[in-house]
Structures are given as structure tokens and as C-alpha cells.
């Protein structure tokens, strides 16, 4: 395999860009979002990040060198919290030992699953739920007349109420109503993202209601409902999108608050960067490592959706295309 | 106009906008009268140029008489049909007859449709052409038409000049095989070069297909130069309507003697020497219209009470129609022009005093 040089590459890339006008097919925005996205050094290294975060994730804790629960440093007497002895790195045990005698870095690797499930899945909790009610209220709004108006106003009062409790103690109220379980974290984490999803969404598709190729196509005869669906919801996404990248990251962070104050997954066998942040609390003095090494991954992660987020956010923003 | 066949008629044309206060319960407590009162007739085949400053309600009175904007009260007869009082169902199905071109034809095309998608679309809705084939080839028909090549299908709007992207819009509107067109602005967002090649196309539309159009404008040379009938607006109602070249050659109201004084002769020594008829003051608001005719505010031949206390109507002077009190004598010089006090009309309640208004100092001028 040869090596090419960055300038190289640029200009193969520029000549790419030339044929591919030539082409018979035109770009769609979405492909034109692509291309401008993959020459963003922002949206690549966040992309690297994530590739690393979700691999490590899925294919990581088949190859584990131990288990996440076992407590095998108490057992050959290694850890000894009593006398305040928490081994650090070796080359058996890379990260080293917890409070309870289990390999750090299994526990990490394992973690990484769970970070990610919980990412995943409390903002697609979040999307659905908000994107259904923000689109209901942005197309009533925008397309439905005086009746639209209404029902806009009914649903967006809703939203408001989620809106105005705290973040963090939205979450802490449906964790505890719930009681402590992953599937409460998702939920609870989901729910504060609700109201953001929803104004986004019905924000956007209000603006777009108003463009000039809506009328055009109520001037073609096309029913609201087709309009809404085929012209105004499509233009009304790349908003939702970035957020959805955003709140990956937010996500990943409120729950591991959540699993901080204890209303995360009680079974604490199952490792979660969270929980572990939690649990090296008391062993700050001995081993502060403990803490930092969930908190770096934590922070990692975050700054990798962030990073694509934001390069999305450039990407499909009409207004930069050249 | 009796006599000739009529495509579309309207008749005492009103669309007020309410203003909205209040924090918790809206409340109007006025309205906008965009559109206010306005009769006007198309025959079939021929051009209606309508003009008129911003926010006089011309684009408010296209997009009213194509029913995208409800009328407030009114009649619209499109070919015998009353559009007004059509169900919905009903009223789509009429659309097919009547198309709309827009001004700004980039925000005017869905960015993420293909020009493809974007034909298709208004024959689908109609059910025009049976199968794929049948509409492809309308579609290759269409673009023939407006002079886009085929390879233009497959191509998205930002992919395409300005000038492109109109003939797209025009597809668009022809797709249907309409016998209406309005057509808001159609030139005024491209460059002259290209204008004059859009309003070329649109002449050969018209003497190819037999459209009747409804071309809204601001440029005055445009207008002319495309219609067979003009109309001018102020505030929201019809001031003057003749035959194209009368208008320009011989305006009665007042109004329009100030906007065809505005429009340049190229040649220098007659442009030195011809009157110009400069306007005081700014459009009033139309929230709160004067009383009587609602230029007398500015005319510079306005005359004690009459004008201020009646509204004229349109009526028959040779071959115009003119909504002006005095316009055989304005015609004759038995009335001259004289100064106008700019006088500050705001809707009740807004604004400061008028005499603390800084206004301009001067008024009317008459070189």
C-alpha cells in the first residue's frame, strides 16, 4: 500500500469532486452534509473516538482478561483496604485493583457496554418521544389552521412543565418514583431530553411551514398532511440529528450522575462508569486513580459526540454551503 | 372589457390580517387591511400586470385570489366557479387550472427534491399520467418547454444559476397544464440578463399555450413590457387600470402619474426637462388608512373635503379605469399640484405626536 501525502490526497480529492459533478446523478444535501463533514478534521477525530468507544464497547468484553466481578485481589490477599492497600498498575493487572479486589481494567472494558447502552438508548427514549410530539405540535401548528393552534398550544403547556423542572431532578423524581434499575436511568435520562427534542423539532417545522415551497406545494393541490410529511418534516431534521449527537453525549454524563447518587442499576456487579466514579469515592486518599480513570473515559466519550455533533451542525447548515 | 371572455373575476376583494395583543389571551385589537376592497377582471389569454410599491397588498391579492390566503370577504370567479366558498376537496382538485411562480425561486424549491420529484409530485396529486412512462414524458415535454435539459432530472436545486432554478419553478407550475398562472415577482430576484430571458420564456408560454397570466411586479419596464392590461395598487386598493401602453402614456390618477414620473427616459436632455412628481411622506400605515380616498394624504392635488371625506370608486375615463375624484380635471390642467403637508398617519395609540416627528423638510417638489 503506497502512503500519500495530505496535499496529494486533496487534490485527488478535489478531482473526485470534479468528476463527480460530471456525473449523470446530482448530490443530495445529505451527501453534500457528508462530504463537507468528512473534510473536517473536528467531525474525524470525533469520529475516531466514537469508533474506538463503540468497538471496545461490543466486541471488548469478549476478550477481557477477567471477569468484572471477581474479587480475586481480596482472595490472594493483594488488596487489603484495611490497611489502606490498593495495588496500582501491572503487567497482569493493566489498571490495576479496586476496593474490592476486581481487575480495573476488565471493569472499564465491561463499563463501556453498559455507558453505551445507556447512551443509546435513553436518547432514542428521548428522540421518539419528543420528535413525536414536537412534530405533531409543529405541523398543527404550522399547517392546521385555528384547530392546529389549539392542539399546539395543548401539547407545547405539556412540554413546558417538563421544561421547567430541573434537569437533574426530573431525573432524580423518575428514578425514585421507578425505583433504582439501569432501565429507570434510560428512562429518567430519556425524559429530560423530552422537552429539548420537542421544541426543536416543532420550532423548526413552524419555520419551515412558513417557506415558499410549502405554498408551492399547496398551490400544486398536495394535502397538508403530505406536505407535512414529504416537504416539511424532512427539511426540519438536521436540527434534531445534531441534537441527538449532542445528547449522546449529555446522556452518558446524567447517567453517570444518576448512577453517582445511587439511583442507577443496584446489582453493582455490573460495571458501569458511573457507579465505578461512585464507588472510588472513599478511596480518593489511597488510590485517586480509581476515579480518574472513569472520569477520563466519561469525558472522552462526551467530547467525541460532541466533536461530531457540533462538525454535523456545520455540515448541514444551509447557510455555510459554498 | 365587455365582451371578451373572462377567465377570472373578482369582486369587492378584501383580506384584513388581525394584530394579535396580549400576554395570556391573544386579543385583537386591529387589523391590517392588505387587501381592501378590490374588482378586478382577466380575460382569457391575455396578461394583467399589477404594480405598486412594497406593501401596497399586490403579493397579499395574487396569493388571495389563488385562495392561499383566505380571503376576509369577497368573491373570486375562476371560469364560473366560485373559489371562495369551494370545499377543500373541490378546491384542490381546481388548482391543477391555476399555478403559482414565485419570486425567490431557490426558497421556493424543496432543497431536498430532485427536479425529478419536484415535477412528479403535482402529477401525482392530480393523477395525471396513468404510469411511469406517460409522466416521464410529460415531464420530458415540460422541460422542452422551459428550456432545461433532461439531465436536469436527477439534479437537486442548489445544483442549479438562479435563472435554472426559475425555469424549475415555471416547470413546475406548467406540469399541471394550467390556464392560470400568477406569477409574484417572477424577475425581480435575478439578474438582468436573465430576467429578460425569463420574461421571454414567459411570453412564449403564453402565445404557445394561451395562459392567462397574473404578473405581480414592482418594475415598471417589466410590467409593460409583458401586459396587456395594468393595474396599480395603493394600499390595498386598486388606484388605475388601462391597457398597458395608455397607462403609460397617459396616466390619470395622480398615483400613477408620480410612479411613471419615477421611471427614467434614456435620453438625457428630455430626462432633464421632464416633470417629476416627487411623493411626501411615507405609505401609511395600512392598519389605519386614511379616510375618503387614501392617497390624499399625499396627492399633490388633493382637494378641500371631497377627497378626504369620500372614497372614490373605479370608473370608466375613455379607455381606464380610474379611482380619482377630479381625474378629467387633473387631466385637462384645470387643477394644478400643489404642496403637501406630510402628515403622519399611525394606527391609534403607536407612536409619538405627529408634530414631535422629525419629517421630511421638504414635502412636494416640482422641478
Redesign the interface.
Known amino acids: 500500500m503506497t502512503i500519500i501525502s495530505g496535499k496529494k490526497r486533496e487534490k485527488i480529492d478535489r478531482l473526485a469532486e470534479l468528476a463527480a459533478r460530471e456525473e449523470?446523478?446530482?448530490?443530495?444535501?445529505?451527501q453534500?452534509a457528508f462530504r463537507r463533514l468528512r473534510r473536517n478534521p473536528a467531525a474525524i477525530v470525533g469520529a475516531v473516538i466514537l469508533t474506538i468507544f463503540v468497538l471496545v464497547a461490543v466486541v471488548g468484553p469478549f476478550f477481557v482478561p477477567y471477569g468484572p466481578t471477581d474479587t480475586m485481589g481480596i482472595r490472594e490477599g493483594v488488596v487489603r483496604v484495611g490497611q489502606g492497600l490498593i495495588p496500582g498498575h501491572s503487567a497482569e493487572h493493566w489498571l490495576g485493583y479496586d476496593h474490592q479486589g476486581r481487575d480495573v481494567f476488565s471493569r472499564m472494558v465491561v463499563g463501556a457496554r453498559q455507558t453505551l447502552l445507556v447512551g443509546v438508548v435513553s436518547t432514542l427514549i428521548g428522540l421518539s418521544i419528543g420528535a413525536l410530539i414536537g412534530g405533531l405540535a409543529g405541523a398543527a401548528a404550522g399547517l392546521g389552521g385555528r384547530w392546529g393552534r389549539w392542539v399546539d398550544a395543548t401539547l407545547m403547556r405539556f412540554i413546558d412543565m417538563l421544561l421547567a423542572m430541573p434537569s437533574l431532578l426530573l431525573a432524580v423524581s423518575i428514578a425514585a418514583l421507578l425505583g433504582p434499575s439501569l432501565t429507570t436511568v434510560m428512562i429518567a435520562v430519556g425524559m429530560v431530553s423530552v422537552p429539548v427534542f420537542a421544541r426543536l423539532l416543532r420550532g423548526s417545522m413552524i419555520v419551515q411551514s412558513h417557506?415558499?415551497?410549502v405554498?408551492?406545494?399547496?398551490?400544486?393541490?398536495?394535502?397538508k398532511s403530505k406536505i407535512a410529511l414529504t416537504?416539511v418534516l424532512?427539511?426540519s431534521l438536521a436540527p434534531v440529528i445534531v441534537q441527538a449527537t449532542l445528547t449522546l453525549a449529555t446522556a452518558i454524563i446524567e447517567a453517570a450522575a444518576l448512577s453517582y447518587l445511587g439511583l442507577g442499576n443496584p446489582d453493582s456487579a455490573v460495571p458501569e462508569w458511573g457507579v465505578m466514579l461512585a464507588d472510588a469515592q472513599p478511596w480518593l486518599g489511597i488510590r485517586p486513580a480509581l476515579a480518574i480513570y472513569p472520569a477520563v473515559a466519561i469525558i472522552i466519550t462526551a467530547l467525541g459526540f460532541t466533536l461530531l455533533g457540533e462538525a454535523m451542525r456545520e455540515a448541514l447548515d444551509?447557510k455555510l454551503?459554498k | 372589457m365587455t365582451g371578451t371572455d373572462v377567465l377570472v373575476e373578482v369582486r369587492d376583494l378584501k383580506v384584513h390580517f388581525p394584530i394579535k395583543r396580549g400576554v395570556l389571551f391573544d386579543r385583537t385589537i386591529g387589523h391590517v387591511k392588505a387587501v381592501d376592497g378590490v374588482d378586478l377582471r382577466i380575460p382569457r389569454g391575455q396578461t394583467y400586470g399589477l404594480v405598486g410599491e412594497s406593501g401596497c397588498g399586490k403579493s397579499t391579492l395574487g396569493?388571495a385570489l389563488?385562495q392561499?390566503t383566505p380571503p376576509t370577504t369577497g368573491e373570486v370567479n375562476f371560469d364560473g366557479v366560485e373559489l371562495t366558498t369551494l370545499p377543500a376537496g373541490k378546491l384542490?382538485?381546481?388548482?391543477?387550472r391555476?399555478?403559482?411562480i414565485?419570486?425567490?425561486p431557490m426558497?421556493?424549491?424543496?432543497?431536498?427534491?430532485?427536479v425529478e420529484s419536484i415535477l412528479t409530485?403535482?402529477l401525482h396529486?392530480?393523477g395525471i399520467g396513468g404510469n411511469r412512462d406517460e409522466r416521464r414524458k410529460i415531464i420530458a415535454e415540460t422541460l422542452d418547454k422551459v428550456g432545461l435539459p433532461r439531465?436536469a432530472l436527477?439534479?437537486?436545486p442548489?445544483?442549479f444559476s438562479g435563472g435554472q432554478r426559475q425555469r424549475i419553478?415555471i416547470a413546475?407550475a406548467l406540469v399541471?397544464g394550467p390556464e392560470l398562472i400568477v406569477a409574484d415577482e417572477p424577475v425581480s430576484a435575478l439578474d438582468v440578463s436573465i430576467q429578460a430571458q425569463v420574461i421571454n420564456l414567459l411570453d412564449e408560454l403564453q402565445d404557445s399555450l394561451g395562459l392567462t397570466y397574473l404578473v405581480i411586479a414592482h418594475d415598471l419596464a417589466v410590467v409593460r413590457h409583458i401586459s396587456d392590461i395594468v393595474g396599480v395598487m395603493y394600499l390595498g386598493g386598486l388606484v388605475e387600470e388601462a391597457p398597458s401602453d395608455r397607462l403609460y402614456t397617459e396616466p390619470l390618477h395622480p398615483y400613477t402619474r408620480a410612479l411613471m414620473s419615477a421611471v427614467p427616459v434614456p435620453d438625457p436632455d428630455v430626462e432633464d426637462r421632464r416633470e417629476r412628481i416627487l411623493l411626501a411622506g411615507d405609505l401609511p400605515s395600512p392598519a389605519n388608512p386614511p379616510s375618503g380616498c387614501r392617497f390624499h394624504t399625499r396627492c399633490p392635488w388633493a382637494q378641500p373635503t371631497r377627497c378626504a371625506d369620500e372614497r372614490p370608486v373605479l370608473r370608466e375615463v375613455g379607455e381606464s379605469r380610474v379611482a380619482c375624484h377630479f381625474a378629467e380635471q387633473i387631466a385637462s390642467g384645470e387643477l394644478r399640484p400643489h404642496q403637501v403637508q406630510v402628515q403622519i398617519v399611525r394606527p391609534e395609540g403607536e407612536g409619538e405626536e405627529p408634530d414631535v416627528v422629525s419629517a421630511p423638510s421638504e414635502p412636494g417638489s416640482f422641478v
Not at chain 2, 384542490?92 to 391543477?96: L, N, Q, Y
Open positions: 449523470e446523478r446530482g448530490v443530495s444535501l445529505w453534500d417557506s415558499d415551497y405554498l408551492a406545494a399547496t398551490s400544486l393541490g398536495v394535502r416537504h424532512p427539511n444551509p454551503r | 396569493r389563488l392561499l384542490r382538485a381546481m388548482r391543477r391555476m399555478q403559482m414565485f419570486q425567490d426558497s421556493s424549491l424543496d432543497p431536498r427534491q430532485n409530485e403535482g396529486t392530480h439531465w436527477s439534479r437537486y442548489h445544483e419553478g413546475r399541471l
